[in-house]
């Protein structure tokens, strides 16, 4: 009896394993749609922007008294340029930087 309870719990553990051990699908057949009509674009036709450079940054966010300092908050964005220095995109991070200095 105990000899068929731990063969059973070892199948059942072996099993277990095996799918969590399993890789998860891509991320292409998770997002891949299907075009169901005839509509196809050309992809000259497309236009897409791409940055010629991209480059982090500080921003100042506020200014603040506390107990008598000034506190500056900047926060990091990630700024994406095209060939002739336009601004594409700015991208806001979760990097802050304070700085706390008296109040003259």
Do not use: W
Request: aromatic share 8%; no cysteine; hydrophobic share 35%.
């Amino acid at each position: 009896m105990k000899t068929n309870l731990a063969l059973i719990g070892a199948i059942i553990v072996i099993t277990i394993s095996i799918l969590l051990d399993s890789p998860p699908p891509s991320e292409d057949s998770i997002y891949y749609q299907f075009q169901e009509d005839d509509e196809s674009v050309d992809v000259d036709a497309m236009q897409i922007e791409r940055s010629a450079s991209s480059s982090l940054e500080f921003i100042l966010e506020e200014m603040n008294e506390v107990n008598g300092k000034i506190v500056e908050t900047y926060q990091e964005y990630e700024i994406h340029k095209d060939a002739e220095g336009n601004i594409i995109s700015r991208i806001p991070t979760s990097n802050y930087q304070y700085i706390k200095y008296e109040k003259e």
